[in-house]
T-cell receptor
Framework: GNSVTQMEGPVTLSEEAFLTINCTYT??????LFWYVQYPGEGLQLLLK?????DKGSNKGFEATYRKETTSFHLEKGSVQVSDSAVYFC???????????????FGKGTKLSVIP | GAGVSQSPSNKVTEKGKDVELRCDPI?????LYWYRQSLGQGLEFLIY????????KSGLPSDRFSAERTGGSVSTLTIQRTQQEDSAVYLC??????????FGPGTRLTVT
């Protein structure tokens, strides 16, 4: 079956530090890959996505590249801000795995805290 | 436009009682998903509806869980004879078929 493994948190960084959150996946087909973010007290929001190998998703200064050879989709940001404090979820969607469903398979989430 | 809405936002119930959770998807979205977010299990898929097709129920954890979607719009997730392990945040998402899933704010269910 499908699975997503992401680095355990919590992660605490100083403002302007470099961020990497590792994510690897296992899938039976050709999945699309996502990073979702959940800010304190808010719902899940799509941060970025990539639908095929070597695609780079980017948004709000965050980037992740779909690496089929290493089955990875690591999230990076060059300079984090206090406002980036949130829980980040790596996820995949693989049509082959469901009954026509694009259901998301999520990692456990990584809590990021950025301190001034 | 309006996003996905869910009600109630919080629900406290006694063990053994039935509960109904409601989801109003974004207008025009044909696909609707239910997920559960709990401390021990993380985010888990529960059920998927697409138009008038038979739902994909492969994620429902037991036969105490059921869901329906009336008129291709509003969906209700029902949990019968609730147990303490059912305590979680229940999330609904909708999408335009294969598009991005937009999530609602969730219903926090606490079973005492």
């Amino acid at each position: 079956g499908n699975s997503v493994t992401q680095m355990e948190g919590p992660v605490t960084l100083s403002e302007e530090a470099f961020l990497t959150i590792n994510c690897t996946y296992t899938a039976t087909g050709y999945p699309s890959l996502f990073w979702y973010v959940q800010y304190p007290g808010e719902g899940l929001q799509l941060l970025l996505k990539a639908t095929k190998a070597d695609d780079k998703g980017s948004n709000k200064g965050f980037e992740a590249t779909y690496r089929k050879e290493t089955t990875s989709f690591h999230l990076e940001k060059g300079s984090v801000q206090v406002s980036d404090s949130a829980v980040y979820f790596c996820a995949l969607s693989d049509l082959c795995s469901g009954a026509g469903s694009y259901q998301l398979t999520f990692g456990k989430g990584t809590k990021l805290s950025v301190i001034p | 436009g309006a996003g996905v809405s869910q009600s109630p936002s919080n629900k406290v119930t006694e063990k053994g009682k039935d509960v109904e959770l409601r989801c109003d998807p974004i207008s025009g979205h044909t696909a609707l998903y239910w997920y559960r977010q709990s401390l021990g299990q993380g985010l888990e898929f529960l059920i998927y509806f697409q138009g008038n097709s038979a739902p994909d129920k492969s994620g429902l954890p037991s036969d105490r869980f059921s869901a329906e979607r009336t008129g291709g719009s509003v969906s209700t997730l029902t949990i019968q004879r609730t147990q303490q392990e059912d305590s979680a945040v229940y999330l609904c998402a909708s999408s335009a078929t294969a598009g991005e899933q937009y999530f609602g704010p969730g219903t926090r269910l606490t079973v005492t």
